[in-house]
């Protein structure tokens, strides 16, 4: 079974710039979630996602983050403009659509603001 | 609202002692908990996992974990540590009357295991 995909691995912007995040789920899974994982820190939820609807959002910031997960499938996180303090690593994770289930995550993507 | 506290940042540990990493958490209603391990660079692995049942589950690794529902706690236990063992290592928390299937973490413990 193919796990959680995100790309890229790392990437390093200036204060001000765009920068997008994409993630495929494990096949099958309906839910799928966003984490910003601050250095030294624990995972703190961006965005969930129950198929194509926005099951919480209240820890995004929305005047600069914004997430889409077109067709219930794969998703991209966007940043625009990014501030020095984003510098994190951002996480997918999808489940499958149980409470019972664990989240499966990918390898993550390295964001350096610079 | 959910949450999990793992009170120590790091934990260390003699190779070939047992280990006890710490968890509690805050639910309105049932939970149901995970343990999570993070190597450097990598995302995170799913290492066991309470639903119901068994008070004490078994997971990857030689890893169990207890819940404790009168002390809210779901600490994660090995007989002897590895030192391949040394990681990062996060508790989570859903609540099942939550019915947005939210998965809350801790703020994680780094485990170093010493020769």
């Known amino acids: 079974e193919a796990g959680v995909a995100q790309s890229p691995r790392y990437k390093i912007i200036e204060k001000r710039q765009s920068v997008a995040f994409w993630c495929n789920p494990i096949?099958?899974?309906?839910?799928l979630y966003w984490y910003q994982q601050i250095l030294g820190q624990g995972p703190k939820l961006l965005i969930q996602?129950?198929?194509?609807?926005?099951?919480?959002d209240s820890q995004l910031p929305k005047d600069r983050f914004s997430a889409e997960r077109l067709k219930g499938v794969d998703s991209t996180l966007k940043i625009q403009p990014a501030k020095l303090e984003d510098s994190a690593v951002y996480l997918c994770?999808?489940?499958?659509?149980?409470?019972?289930?664990?989240?499966?995550f990918g390898q993550g993507t390295r964001l350096t603001v610079v | 609202a959910q949450s999990v506290a793992q009170p120590e940042d790091q934990v260390n540990v003699a190779e070939g002692n047992p280990l006890t990493v710490k968890c509690t958490y805050s639910?309105?209603?049932?939970?149901?908990l995970f343990w999570y391990v993070q190597y450097p660079n990598r995302g995170l692995q799913f290492l066991l996992k309470?639903?119901?049942?068994?008070?004490l589950v078994k997971g990857s690794y030689g890893f169990e974990a207890e819940f404790n529902k009168s002390q809210t706690s779901f600490h994660l236990k090995k007989p002897s540590a590895l030192v391949s063992d040394s990681a990062l290592y996060f508790c989570a928390v859903r609540d099942i009357n939550n019915a947005g299937n939210m998965l809350t973490f801790g703020g994680g413990t780094r485990l170093m295991v010493k020769p």
């Open positions: 096949s099958g899974h309906a839910t």
């Open positions: 309470y639903i119901t049942g068994d008070n």
């Open positions: 639910v309105s209603g049932n939970p149901y």
């Open positions: 996602f129950q198929n194509n609807g926005v099951v919480d």
């Open positions: 994770a999808s489940n499958f659509d149980s409470l019972r289930t664990e989240a499966f």
